[in-house]
């Protein structure tokens, strides 16, 4: 399978804890996105990466949120001190710098109990 | 600030009746259009997408969707449903040109059922 990975897929927490997703774009694509999706909203966007560069972050993206990609390959969304409001679906997409097609994965949805 | 609205939350229709869900969209720009479908759990698929070129694109599954510059709208249509169409569709607009490609912005989708 060669599109876009995320794993894990669902993941539960208590508040308070720290959690960690991974995204793995497709192999050539350098632009990698970060959204999240609440019940009955669309995604909406937090942060993306042109290979190993973190180019935008959403004012939704609080400090206790952080992404990285350190090779331009894969990358991870960290969540500090998790609160039930960031229970949702965190979505990843990527695309090439070239084209605004946007391929997405599975997703990791996050409960926090 | 780039926006999209989708005016219809939830539309039911009968498997075999034609279906437009509708998407208006504010941005400043050229914009850069998409649909998507996201089945229940899942990602998003792509459906079909306008950069610029002729105003009807057609799409995967059956779908098309026409973009309208002086109604700021680019709705998806399909003549004939299918059971299999249930399922949640978003409108997104997201810059467009060269390296100016980033993010896109969402509506907050139509869920479509199906009657048999």
């Known amino acids: 399978d060669t599109g876009v990975s995320q794993d894990p897929r669902h993941k539960i927490t208590k508040r308070g804890q720290n959690v960690t997703f991974r995204c793995d774009p497709i192999s050539e694509h350098n632009r990698l996105y970060w959204y999240r999706q609440t019940l009955g909203q669309g995604p909406e966007f937090l942060t993306y990466f042109q290979n190993e560069a973190q180019l935008e972050k959403s004012r939704l993206l609080s400090d206790r949120f952080s992404a990285e990609r350190p090779k331009g390959s894969f990358s991870t969304l960290e969540i500090q001190r998790t609160e039930q409001g960031d229970s949702a679906m965190y979505l990843c997409?990527?695309?090439?710098?070239?084209?605004?097609?946007?391929?997405f994965g599975p997703g990791t949805r996050l409960t926090v109990l | 600030a780039q926006s999209v609205t989708q005016p219809d939350i939830h539309i039911t229709v009968s498997e075999g009746a034609s279906l437009e869900l509708r998407c208006n969209y504010s941005y400043g720009a050229t914009p850069y259009l998409f649909w998507y479908v996201q089945s229940p759990g899942q990602g998003l698929q792509l459906l079909l997408k306008?950069?610029?070129?002729?105003?009807l694109v057609q799409g995967i599954k059956g779908f098309e969707a026409e973009f309208k510059r002086s109604q700021s709208s680019f709705n998806l249509r399909k003549p004939s449903v299918h059971w299999s169409d249930a399922a949640e569709y978003f409108c997104?607009?997201?810059?467009?040109?060269?390296?100016?490609?980033?993010?896109?912005?969402f509506g907050q989708g139509t869920i479509l059922t199906v009657h048999p």
């Open positions: 997104a607009v997201g810059p467009a040109g060269g390296t100016s490609y980033g993010k896109l912005t």
């Open positions: 306008y950069f610029s070129g002729d105003t």
């Open positions: 997409a990527s695309s090439l710098v070239t084209s605004g097609e946007q391929f």
